[in-house]
């Protein structure tokens, strides 16, 4: 997208597009109830209208910044690389806060990681690395130096932030043990 | 779960609007934090504590309302001590603050800033205990259920057209909000817009969607600006001079122009969706203009180190903390960001549901009982002035503690914001797809940072959409299916009239 007005105008045609969408193809093929419906006898609200509202409200957004396009404000290509280092730090670190702590726990334990997720260490092991992944991923790439101190402080943000939920409650699952 | 019995004979809600309260000056000191962010962080924290009784409605609101009060004192430590907002409400106080921090008087500087946010906070709160009552009777009185669509219908317009530079994007971000609220809700037993995912199919959770936009998204913005900016954040702290306490001649100077935007900053608060940084600048503007004609010879201008200019800013974005609950409790419509935190700990809890009906007398099964979320809001209105009151006893000490937290580098906090943030969700959710929700909702967020549309109308549109749907399908029903019933009764012809009126006006107006 270009600078300026002209960035407002491609918003305005996305959300126009958008909201098309939305009322023609997502609402019809998505809804099992109409605009109105008539139920014993009585016509009632369908499930269908109050989108449509909202996508007939998205419409008249798009009209609106259309004719009157504000300046300062571009979405680059630039941003778009940021959302890309972005997901690229959480699919990594979201990924081995998944599978470190069964994977540890195959090596050691032949009954697998389930019964263990939450009794310490093993519950542990999974958000460490994977917080601690997280953090010094997103201050390397804020500072755009890859530091130890950055790891450093990630694993022990990780590790207050795990004992503050383990130690006092009993019935809190840290990330990721209630889905293994 | 912890009991909510006293501690040490000090009763929970009292130790919880301290800590809150402490939490809030050092938050609001921390640029990159605001109170709304810890706000954020601390709900699910608070919720894992108390769990989901009705004895933990008070003190987990007592501890976010003291958070409320004390972020916009702490905002106006770094902007006097290091010329840097520690909330952007406090942007103007270092207009005034920091050139007299240069001179050596900054410890005055910080007295004028408490004083003039004690009195504004305490001025709010009165307006809000007189007014939020009365204004509750009135729509119970007058507004039925065509009424009541059509007042959600103008506050979302309101809201829309206000927040941000641009109408347009203001209403593309509501509708987001709107749609995304609709998400596998409805009344047929199929959930409606989940393109057949189960994973959809209980909605998307709240507190995913607010903290995603509102706390993730800000995150990923700034840590953008600071992958962006390649100087180093070097801050230097002004000597704090020697102690001057404020003399009754300063005091009667300042007076009026505490008076002035704390009046100002009171009905700014009370209309939702404009916030504390517009009742700041225009508490700051308005002083300005009245300094000009009475200004005492050798005073410095305002921009040059005048007491007035941080009195007026000070005193306007905190009288906006008070009043921003009218809405909420009177109409159940949250006004700013930390409003939002209010519902949504009293939508997580439960058993208190903001709006008209809660200054109803009767409990609603016999004249005798007393409403019990009566009871409750005259127990948030204690916790405010208890706020008040440690706002006036420590809160100036505390203060000029806190000015160390500047010195905090921004992008090693926001990444450990983001991962206490993504764990408060998933010891909610317990699901990693919750996680991945989060995520998404940030990055949309981010991208509406980016594009100059305001997240805020879509958050407050996400929480008012449900009830707007509800209100809305109860009024055609019992209108006999009439169509037009939003336009039958006249005060709901009105706010239909002037939702229309305030979204063609705003577009009239030039762009900022």
């Known amino acids: 997208m270009k600078s300026g007005s002209s960035s407002d105008r491609w918003l305005a045609l996305f959300f126009l597009a958008f909201s098309i969408l939305i009322v023609f193809v997502w609402i019809p093929l998505d809804t099992e109830t109409g605009l109105v419906e008539k139920v014993r006898r009585k016509f009632v609200i369908g499930d269908a209208l109050a989108p449509t509202i909202t996508g007939v409200i998205i419409t008249l957004g798009a009209?609106?910044?259309?004719?009157?396009p504000s300046q300062g404000h571009t979405f680059t290509r630039k941003n778009v690389i940021w959302i890309l280092q972005l997901l690229a730090i959480f699919a990594i670190s979201l990924i081995i806060m998944r599978y470190t702590g069964p994977i540890v726990a195959m090596g050691f334990e032949g009954g697998g990681y389930r019964p263990l997720r939450a009794t310490p260490p093993w519950n542990y092991i999974g958000f460490l690395v994977g917080g601690t992944m997280?953090?010094?991923?997103?201050?390397?790439?804020a500072s755009r130096r890859l530091s130890i101190?950055?790891?450093?402080?990630?694993?022990?943000?990780?590790?207050?932030?795990?004992?503050l939920y383990d130690m006092p409650f009993d019935d809190l699952l840290l990330p990721p043990n209630g889905d293994v | 779960m912890f009991l909510s019995e006293p501690v040490l004979g000090v009763p929970i809600v009292v130790i919880m609007v301290f800590g809150g309260f402490l939490l809030g000056i050092t938050v609001g000191a921390t640029p990159g934090l605001a109170g709304p962010m810890a706000m954020a962080i601390s709900l699910p924290i608070l919720i894992s504590v108390f769990g989901f009784s009705n004895d933990a409605l008070l003190p987990v609101l007592g501890f976010l309302i003291g958070i409320m009060k004390g972020a916009t004192v702490g905002g106006a430590v770094p902007a006097i001590l290091f010329n840097t907002p520690g909330t952007p409400d406090a942007y103007m106080t270092t207009l005034d603050g920091y050139p007299m921090a240069q001179k050596g008087e900054a410890k005055r500087a910080l007295r004028i800033a408490h004083f003039?946010?004690?009195?504004?906070?305490?001025?709010?709160?009165?307006?809000?205990?007189?007014?939020?009552?009365f204004l509750a009777i009135l729509v119970e009185r007058y507004l039925d259920l065509p009424e009541k669509t059509a007042l959600l219908i103008l506050s979302l317009a309101f809201i829309a057209s206000v927040i941000g530079g641009s109408v347009g994007k203001g209403v593309i971000s509501m509708g987001l909000g709107l749609?995304?609220?609709?998400?596998?809700?409805?009344?047929?037993?199929?959930?409606?817009?989940?393109?057949?995912?189960s994973s959809l199919a209980e909605g998307i959770p709240i507190a995913a969607a607010v903290l995603g936009v509102l706390i993730l998204g800000e995150v990923f913005k700034s840590l953008e600006d600071l992958h962006r900016t390649t100087q180093s954040n070097t801050m230097s702290q002004v000597a704090s001079g020697k102690s001057s306490a404020l003399s009754r001649n300063d005091l009667r100077r300042l007076l009026p122009y505490i008076g002035r935007s704390a009046l100002i900053g009171t009905c700014i608060g009370a209309l939702p969706g404009i916030g504390s940084t517009l009742a700041a600048t225009l508490g700051y503007t308005t002083a300005k203009r009245h300094y000009a004609n009475a200004k005492p010879d050798n005073a410095p201008d305002f921009g040059e180190g005048a007491p007035e200019g941080i009195a007026a800013t000070e005193a306007a974005n905190s009288s906006v903390s008070g009043a921003n609950l009218i809405p909420v409790l009177s109409l159940g419509i949250p006004g700013?960001?930390?409003?939002?935190?209010l519902i949504l700990a009293m939508d997580s809890i439960g058993g208190f549901n903001p709006g008209p009906s809660v200054f109803r007398l009767g409990g609603g099964i016999g004249d005798s009982v007393m409403n019990p979320e009566m009871v409750m809001v005259f127990g948030i209105f204690t916790a405010m002035f208890l706020a008040n009151a440690l706002n006036w006893t420590i809160g100036g000490i505390f203060m000029r503690l806190v000015g160390v937290m500047a010195r905090i580098p921004k992008n090693r906090l926001l990444p450990i914001i983001l991962l206490l943030?993504?764990?408060?969700i998933y010891v909610q959710e317990t699901s990693m797809l919750a996680?991945?929700?989060?995520?998404?909702?940030?990055?949309?967020?981010?991208?509406?940072?980016?594009?100059?549309?305001?997240?805020?109308p879509f958050v407050i549109a996400f929480i008012l959409a449900g009830n707007l749907e509800a209100t809305a399908r109860q009024a055609f029903a019992a209108t006999g299916a009439d169509p037009f019933f939003l336009l039958k009764s006249p005060i709901a012809f009105i706010f239909i009239v002037l939702a229309i009126f305030v979204v063609a006006y705003n577009l009239r107006r030039p762009l900022s």
């Open chain 2, 336 to 341: 700013n960001a930390a409003a939002v935190f």
């Open chain 2, 435 to 456: 996680i991945w929700i989060t995520i998404f909702f940030g990055l949309l967020g981010y991208v509406m940072r980016r594009v100059g549309m305001s997240p805020l």
């Open chain 2, 179 to 197: 749609l995304a609220a609709m998400i596998a809700t409805g009344e047929d037993f199929y959930p409606r817009l989940t393109m057949g995912q």
């Open chain 1, 149 to 163: 101190r950055g790891f450093a402080i990630g694993f022990a943000t990780s590790l207050i932030i795990a004992l």
């Open chain 2, 421 to 424: 943030t993504l764990t408060a």
């Open chain 1, 63 to 68: 009209i609106m910044t259309w004719l009157q």
């Open chain 1, 134 to 141: 997280m953090i010094g991923g997103l201050i390397a790439t």
């Open chain 2, 116 to 133: 003039s946010s004690a009195s504004g906070d305490t001025f709010s709160d009165i307006v809000l205990v007189v007014c939020a009552p």
